[in-house]
């Protein structure tokens, strides 16, 4: 039963005594005993006692969402993660929010504006969060917990404990396309996953130069012999704790990434051995990945050419290493598995290849391979 304690006040006298004035005066002053004056509820909660101890309720006409969870809601970006917990319905449970904590009891929540909200992250909050992986997503896992005692004092225990067990989830395989025209000079594709728990960001640039800092302006028209430069950068994860693979990327003469009439660039991480002029600079050692080739066309019309990628994240661990392994002579030419889930496509293009650039004769017949699962 919940019982709603009513207000109770007293006077107390004080007298003040002046001495150039021989007479005395008493004023009186209202002191309150009701504990609910200093528990501030907002106005979908009303003060009151449960388990001997005073605290916000919920009113009985304010709908709360999933009251077994508590009501919990995450938000979570890059290493970073964002809990909030309706306060009324803990405390209904018995758990105050000065005793909940996350995994790290010095991990505590705050209260506002009825919620009580966690936070950590992978720089000086951790707080106890626990970093897995398995073969399709990388997992952050921590807990919220509490401990409280309505006998709190007295020789019985009515101890009761939450553990409120929440995870991140991020996709570890993607595949990124843009359709966007080449004279927005970078493009980004936002991904939600799953659950509403996690987003990052995969985004494709071309450089002028080999030292990536001149970015194409305006349409990409590529001079016979020239060498395009293109950088793959995943924003929204911890670089600290994971790396991008580039396993494809391949160019089409349409902006289509399932064209039929395509060309490898980067097959199975390494470069592609009937294309001499790829060379993959860097790939699996930080969040930016990064290529080149030298223009081409193909030998059909429109003479323009789309680039596409697909990569996947790489946990960071002692003793592995992310850096694929191309010294072997022979690559498996084949796009990648169309039983990857939960793939978007990036691409960029079009490239404006000038004349003279080399053509490659894509009428001859063309290696069979599997489509990307769009």
Avoid at 158 to 167: A, I
Avoid at 187 to 204: D, F, R
Wanted: one cysteine or more.
């Amino acid at each position: 039963m919940l019982l709603i304690v009513g207000y109770l006040s007293l006077g107390v006298n004080t007298i003040s005594t002046h001495p150039h004035h021989p007479t005395s005066s008493v004023q009186t002053k209202m002191v309150s005993t009701n504990p609910c004056d200093k528990i501030h509820c907002t106005e979908d909660e009303v003060c009151g006692k449960i388990y001997g101890i005073n605290g916000c309720l919920c009113k009985k006409s304010h709908h709360q969402p999933i009251p077994e969870s508590f009501g919990l809601v995450a938000t979570c970006h890059n290493s970073s993660c964002w809990i909030s917990l309706s306060r009324c319905l803990l405390f209904e449970a018995g758990f105050p929010a000065q005793v909940l904590h996350l995994n790290d009891p010095g991990c505590t929540g705050t209260v506002l504006d009825g919620q009580v909200k966690f936070h950590f992250n992978n720089d000086h909050q951790k707080c106890g969060t626990v970093l897995r992986a398995n073969k399709t997503h990388f997992i952050y896992k921590n807990s919220i917990q509490g401990t409280s005692d309505s006998a709190e004092g007295h020789i019985i225990s009515r101890q009761r404990q939450l553990s409120l067990h929440f995870v991140c989830e991020y996709p570890i395989k993607q595949n990124a396309s843009m359709d966007v025209a080449i004279h927005v000079l970078k493009s980004v594709t936002h991904q939600k996953l799953p659950a509403v728990h996690g987003t990052y960001q995969v985004q494709i640039t071309p450089y002028k130069d080999a030292d990536f800092t001149q970015q194409f302006s305006g349409n990409v028209a590529g001079q016979p012999e020239e060498t395009i430069y293109i950088a793959v950068d995943v924003e929204g994860v911890d670089g600290r704790q994971f790396s991008s693979v580039l396993d494809f990327c391949w160019a089409t003469p349409i902006n289509d990434s399932t064209s039929s009439i395509n060309w490898d660039l980067i097959a199975n991480q390494c470069p592609n051995p009937e294309d001499g002029t790829v060379k993959v600079l860097r790939n699996g050692v930080s969040t930016s990945s990064r290529f080149s080739f030298r223009m081409f066309t193909f030998g059909v019309p429109p003479s323009q050419v789309y680039l596409h990628c697909s990569l996947h994240l790489c946990l960071l661990e002692l003793g592995h290493s992310c850096i694929p392994n191309c010294d072997h002579v022979h690559q498996h030419k084949g796009r990648r598995s169309a039983d990857d889930q939960d793939n978007i496509t990036v691409s960029y293009g079009p490239l404006f290849p000038a004349r003279n650039t080399d053509v490659l004769d894509v009428l001859a017949p063309l290696p069979k391979r599997r489509s990307p699962k769009l």
